[in-house]
């Protein structure tokens, strides 16, 4: 499924510069405990490969892909035929 990545509290291990956005391939390991005392970042995550490398906010990266958690990431649009390139339409 294709996400986008919201913006979470800077600081946190959560935190990426801009939006980035990608596609969820897995399962990640739950957060039981929150992530900085955020209790709104606890829970499932799931491992998402980025559409493009994506860096965090302090300069770490590039990474191809994180796991994030669930309450960070929102639905793409479905895409369209007007989406998709003059080839595969």
Do not use: N
């Amino acid at each position: 499924m294709q996400v986008h990545v919201v913006e979470s509290s800077p600081g946190t291990s959560d935190h990426w510069a801009g939006e980035p956005s990608g596609v969820i391939v897995s399962l990640g390991d739950s957060r039981p405990d929150g992530v900085v005392g955020i209790p709104r970042l606890k829970g499932q995550v799931w491992k998402v490969v980025f559409d493009e490398p994506q860096y965090r906010p302090d300069g770490t990266g590039p990474l191809a892909s994180a796991e994030i958690p669930a309450s960070l990431l929102v639905a793409a649009p479905l895409a369209t035929g007007d989406d998709l390139p003059y080839e595969l339409r």
